[in-house]
Structures are given as structure tokens and as C-alpha cells.
């Protein structure tokens, strides 16, 4: 497969499972879910699907809550598109946000501390 199609096929299912999500998934169980990146595999058979939550303190039970709606997620999303195949979905959560906090709570770290310059000195 192209990896034009790919890109193409991972634009969509984000658009649509964004929707679908919003829509169809008890925001009061599980917060506000942003869908932040999907990937496609080569033969669009399968997609990861990367979310992150917010307003959720269990973002385990909110990720259990959306992996035990697969089905009727992917259900709607085969009814809103026009495809031969809807992919199998597997959702996984996205730590980047998280990652880039504790990367930039090192940084403020090393900044406040002394260098070793200044401390000869």
C-alpha cells in the first residue's frame, strides 16, 4: 500500500473515531478523550489508536471503558465511512504530553541548580 493511502486512511479514521467518540461515549465515565494520533498498518487491516484523556483521574478504567466499546466503535465507524474493510482498532494511551512535562521539569531543575562554573569561583 502507498503510504499516500496510508497517511489518507489514518486522517480519516482520526476524523471519525474523533466524532464517534464525542458522540457516542459517555463523557461522564470517562472525561474528555482527544484522539492525538492514529496509525494504520500497511495493509489497513489494523489501526492503533492513541488517546489521551483529560478531566479522568482513572485513565486506566477510561481506557478499559473504550476498549471494551470496540465493537459498536467500530460498527459506527464502518456505517460513516464508505469502506471495503474497517479496520480492527486498538487503542493505547498517549503519554507524550506526560513525557514532555517530566522532560521539561528536568530542564527547570538544571536551570535552578548551580553550575559548577559558578560554584569555583
Known amino acids: 500500500m502507498s503510504k499516500l493511502r496510508v497517511n489518507r486512511m489514518n486522517n480519516l479514521l482520526k476524523e471519525e473515531l474523533s466524532w464517534i ?11 474528555f478523550i482527544t484522539i492525538t494520533n492514529v496509525k494504520a ?5 489494523q489501526a492503533k489508536v492513541y488517546v489521551s484523556f ?4 482513572d485513565d486506566k478504567k477510561a481506557l478499559k471503558i473504550l476498549k471494551e466499546a470496540v465493537k459498536p466503535i ?5 456505517q460513516r465511512t464508505n469502506l471495503r474493510f474497517t479496520p480492527e482498532l486498538f487503542f493505547y494511551k498517549d503519554d507524550t504530553a506526560e513525557e514532555a512535562r517530566k522532560i521539561e521539569e528536568l530542564f527547570d531543575r538544571i536551570k535552578s541548580e548551580p ?6 569561583e
Do not use: Q
Open 41 to 45: 498498518s500497511p495493509d489497513l487491516k
Open 54 to 57: 483529560i478531566g479522568n483521574e
Open 115 to 120: 553550575s559548577e562554573e559558578n560554584v569555583d
Open 21 to 31: 467518540i464525542r458522540h457516542e461515549i459517555d463523557s461522564a465515565e470517562v472525561g
Open 74 to 78: 467500530k460498527k459506527l465507524l464502518a
